[in-house]
């Protein structure tokens, strides 16, 4: 699914940087740690992604991450466990569908805008949110680049699950079709994506039905309908109807699928944003947004370095996933070894919270990471995180810089909020934001919580990702 969890941020600490420069290079960065309480005194007074607009051609959608407005985890170690059991269901699901398309057999596991991209932590999901318009309806959805097909719960609703947008009634709108079941829309869905399209047995509609890998699932009628993207407006929109629908969606009216098929948001709205999209993930969880855009103007940006791209890698073609080649990591000025890098194959997400590498990667990772910050305290790993330090107490740490390398000498800086989560509110158990893969054949996967404060773009027709270094705000 999409289920997405929204990035990790640093839950108890509120951290100000600076990078020091060391032997000519940027190796060390410099963090000071000040205390902050937990709970409504962090919560924004602006809390769900409402803002967004046109400029230059550009859609521009507000983001935000799920914990913008409160948290529903009375501790950080509950919300954690809640975060690492969603990134494991999600991982799990990524993986049986890349194992289904890498068959050859995709099965059902079931001009230019902006949009705010937020925290849905108010809505209870872990995943960042943005809100759009269909029919005359606002709705905020769940942000996916792991899914095709968008859908929203639906009237009449046999089983929905609570959401605090009113549930979309096709009944009122003017501007709503139902999808007949013979109709090529219908008969392609299932070609497309591996999602489940079939007649219905009291109507001649096209239903579907998608279920994920955590055991949520979407199921209801494809409709036509206009959507509107900050004051873009697409007529005959396609998606989902989803009058069953249960699952990790929180409290959000559905989800915006990204994905590289003909069904997904970016297909159907190429003749408006010519398959480009990007966003900028905000790097806390309070009083921070990022923003989605869609097109690829780079006047809309505010990168603070040039946007650098690697090759997309289209394997299988019929994928909906982004693929890139990682080829090396340097931690400090150290560039790491490791047998994983000759087939360094990773999925770029923006559902999965937490980075996962193949063993032989996060093992040397790990190893020389520790090495250059042995001066610290270590402390007990916690679940899938086993590199973990006491910093209790302190009041700033000098930590290594991390750098990931893409195909074509691509190198993307790690930000520092990107860098650690915070088990603990002392500080007495801060974790590195990485773990490790079981089997060294697996695919890795980059997750949301290494890419804050980057412009990650998506250029699906040039087949290529681009990274920058962005403060991520409302533009």
Known sequence: ???????????????????????????????????????????????????SRREKGATILEVKHHSSCSSSFSTTEEKLMKIIESDNS???????????????????????????ITSGAKLQTLNYIVSIKLGNNEMTVIVDTGSDLTWVQCQPCSSCYNQQDPIFNPSTSQSYQQIPCNSPTCSSVQIATGISSFCGSDQPSCNYSFSYGDGSHT????????????????????????????????GTSGLMGLGRTQLSLISQTIL??????????????YDSSGSLVLGGDPSIFKNNTPVSYTRMILDPPESPFYFVNLTGISIGAVAIQA????????????????????????????????????????????????????????????????????????????????????????????????????????????????QKNLRVIYDTLGSRLGFAEETCGWL
């Open 1 to 51: 699914m999409a289920e997405h969890l929204m990035s990790l941020c640093c839950c108890s600490l509120f951290l100000l940087f600076m990078v020091v420069g060391v032997a000519g290079k940027e190796e060390k960065i410099v963090l000071y740690l000040q205390k902050v309480g937990l709970g409504e005194e962090r919560a924004s007074q602006y809390c769900l992604p409402k803002r």
């Open 90 to 116: 999600r991982i799990s699901s990524l993986y049986n569908r890349i194992k289904n398309f890498d068959s050859g057999s995709p099965k059902t596991v079931l001009s230019e805008s902006q949009i705010p």
């Open 219 to 250: 199921s209801g009628v494809l409709g036509w309908e206009q959507i509107d993207l900050a004051g873009t407006i697409i007529d005959g929109f396609v998606f989902g109807c989803g009058q069953s629908n249960y699952g990790l969606f929180g």
């Open 272 to 285: 408006q944003f010519g398959g480009i999209f990007s966003y900028c993930l905000p790097p806390r969880e």
């Open 339 to 450: 047998s994983g890098f000759y087939n360094g194959k990773v999925l770029i997400d923006s559902g999965t919270a937490i980075t996962r590498l193949v063993p032989s990667i996060y093992i040397a990772l790990r190893d020389e990471f520790m090495r250059q910050f042995s001066e610290y305290l270590v402390a007990p790993g916690y679940s899938i995180l086993d590199t973990c330090f006491n910093l209790a107490g302190l009041r700033e740490v000098s930590i290594p810089t991390m750098k990931f390398v893409f195909e074509g000498g691509v190198e993307v800086d790690v930000d520092v909020n990107g860098m650690f989560y915070y088990v603990k509110e002392d500080a007495s158990q801060v974790c590195l934001a990485l773990a490790s893969l079981t089997y060294e054949d697996e695919v890795g996967i980059i997750g949301n919580y290494q």
